[in-house]
């Protein structure tokens, strides 16, 4: 599938660094640390999933997925939100980010903070490959 599928990963660097081996031969993955960097890349590159999480661009996750709502048709690109690593978030918090995310056009939120290494890739990866077919 390399090469086939873009996915942006729009997060913090602390992040990426455990994204990209979660998922680097799904597709091919253009890691993004601002909303201005991710605007060029999905402008550049051709996106077919968004990876985002809770803290990316000083926690303005819902901000860029209503933005990237408005700038492309539905359907067109897939946003997956995540909660990577562990944070202020609340873990009761997470169904109230999860349904805002999905009222704001969100596939899910895949939340793996807490997961052991193994199932957090697994559940990752599994909410990629979802989107790419």
Do not use: Y
């Amino acid at each position: 599938m390399k090469g086939k599928h873009g996915v942006l990963i729009a997060s913090q660097p602390s992040a990426w660094a455990v994204l990209k081996p979660m998922l680097e031969d799904l597709a091919d993955l253009f890691p993004v640390h601002t909303t201005a960097d991710a605007f060029k890349t999905l402008e550049r590159e051709r996106i077919h999933c968004i990876v985002c999480t809770i803290a990316f661009d000083e926690s303005r996750m819902m901000e860029f997925l209503a933005k990237v709502n408005r700038m492309f048709p539905a359907g067109h690109v897939t946003f997956l939100c995540a909660r990577v690593l562990p944070s202020i978030v609340r873990n009761s918090l997470v169904p109230s980010i999860r349904d805002g995310c999905k009222a704001l056009g969100a596939a899910d939120l895949v939340d793996i903070a807490h997961l052991p290494p193994e199932r957090a890739k697994a559940a990752m990866r599994a909410a990629v490959t979802a989107t790419l077919h």
